[in-house]
């Protein structure tokens, strides 16, 4: 019986980031109450440690994506563009939940054009997080390191946009 739940759960997640028209992108949701986001410190595929406490006093994008999902991949450019248009007040970090190589996770990377770093995704990650339903899926910290907003799905870049700019003026 716990293989066919295994199986069906696999199935519904890849489904979830399949390459459709519809529904449509993400829209924020706006938490009602700041949570704050614990601490956590992960290398990069290059080997860099990454800490989002080093990051405290700006706003951090944390994208959870995978190399094989669709809207994943359509999302990576819109992140890319928000890190160089705010630069250092804005920090994006991508999460990889992929069992790809690191070889592999780096030349897509390099071919996708990311400017912000890569970790993979982790347990003890995972825990300081909320839960991860679908993927992508993307938490907006404020600099605080409080969590104000998430989209479950591919975000809507104009929305996601909204969100960041929203943070960066305070």
């Not at 829209?27 to 704050?36: C, E, G, I, S, V």
């Given at each position: 019986m716990l293989p066919r739940i295994i199986a069906v759960i696999a199935i519904a997640a890849v489904a979830a980031c399949g390459d459709r028209?519809?529904?449509?992108?993400?829209?924020?949701?706006?938490?009602?109450?700041?949570?704050?986001?614990?601490?956590?410190?992960?290398?990069?595929?290059?080997?860099?440690?990454?800490?989002?406490?080093?990051?405290?006093?700006?706003?951090?994008?944390?994208?959870?994506?995978?190399?094989?999902?669709?809207?994943?991949?359509?999302e990576l450019p819109v992140l890319a563009a928000l890190q160089t248009k705010y630069q250092e007040r804005v920090r994006v970090l991508g999460i990889l939940q992929d069992n790809v190589t690191d070889e592999f996770a780096r030349q897509f990377a390099k071919q996708a054009q990311l400017n912000f770093p890569v970790i993979r995704s982790t347990f003890e990650i995972e825990t300081r997080l909320p839960a991860i339903a679908v993927i992508p899926m993307t938490f907006v910290i404020d600099p605080a390191g409080n969590m104000v907003s998430m989209f479950a799905g591919e975000a809507d870049p104009t929305e996601l946009e909204k969100e960041v700019a929203r943070l960066v003026v305070k």
């Open positions: 028209a519809t529904p449509g992108p993400a829209a924020a949701n706006r938490l009602a109450k700041p949570f704050p986001i614990d601490s956590f410190t992960a290398p990069d595929l290059d080997g860099r440690s990454i800490s989002l406490a080093a990051w405290k006093g700006q706003v951090v994008v944390v994208n959870v994506w995978a190399t094989w999902c669709a809207p994943c991949r359509r």
